[in-house]
T-cell receptor, first 115, second 113 residues
Framework: GPKVLQIPSHQIIDMGQMVTLNCDPV?????FYWYKQILGQQMEFLVNFYNGKVMEKSKLFKDQFSVERPDGSYFTLKIQPTALEDSAVYFCASSPRQNSGNTLYFGEGSRLIVV | GDSVTQKQGQVTLSEDDFLFINCTYS??????LFWYVQYPGQGPQLLLKVTTANNKGISRGFEATYDKGTTSFHLQKASVQESDSAVYFC????????????FGKGTSLTVIP
């Protein structure tokens, strides 16, 4: 099936440093998402992105967070500066159209550990 | 706002047992309902989805009926196997906003051989 690729799979970073998580969504998809998951539990929505813009974001999407997809390359989540509570697995997802019936396709996740 | 509730955090069964995972939802729209499954170390993947009320989704022996009357979408399987051990998420795809998906908290299934 369709594949969403995430790089890196794991990263350990010092608190206060910047981290960029990269996502290569399914090629013909137009809507992109980031979710945060702690300890294999609930998937928490962070942000969705379409046509070069953030469409909606949750309270978890702090000011230190930003997303972009320059020139159709990777869809990135940047955290600057990082905090201990940012430790989690971050999942990128994409879907083809704006329609409630469309399936979200997830990547394998990027495990971030902030020390 | 839209929401999904999964009451069971963990379920432990033996092989060949019947599986029932509870899911209820709240919405003012006409959503699509999903079950996603997440295996250890992987991202969630679609198990099944139903776009129309009163219809049933079936996949890999799992089934769920979109019950608009009780606002439920419970997941069932007649006979579980050890390989079904995973976390199961119920989700709602909303027509409001920009294609927001709302996930339940997840139910961790452990099947003992």
């Amino acid at each position: 099936g369709p594949k969403v690729l995430q790089i890196p799979s794991h990263q350990i970073i010092d608190m206060g440093q910047m981290v960029t998580l990269n996502c290569d969504p399914v090629s013909n998809h137009l809507y992109f998402y980031w979710y945060k998951q702690i300890l294999g539990q609930q998937m928490e929505f962070l942000v969705n992105f379409y046509n070069g813009k953030v469409m909606e974001k949750s309270k978890l999407f702090k000011d230190q967070f930003s997303v972009e997809r320059p020139d159709g390359s990777y869809f990135t989540l940047k955290i600057q500066p990082t905090a201990l509570e940012d430790s989690a697995v971050y999942f990128c997802a994409s879907s083809p159209r704006q329609n409630s019936g469309n399936t979200l396709y997830f990547g394998e996740g990027s495990r971030l550990i902030v020390v | 706002g839209d929401s999904v509730t999964q009451k069971q955090g963990q379920v432990t069964l033996s092989e060949d047992d019947f599986l029932f995972i509870n899911c209820t939802y709240s919405t003012t729209t006409y959503p699509t309902l999903f079950w996603y499954v997440q295996y250890p170390g992987q991202g969630p993947q679609l198990l099944l989805k139903v776009t129309t009320a009163n219809n049933k989704g079936i996949s890999r022996g799992f089934e769920a009926t979109y019950d608009k009357g009780t606002t439920s979408f419970h997941l069932q399987k007649a006979s579980v196997q050890e390989s079904d051990s995973a976390v199961y998420f119920c989700a709602l795809g909303s027509n409001t906003g920009y294609q927001n998906f709302y996930f339940g908290k997840g139910t961790s299934l452990t099947v003992i051989p």
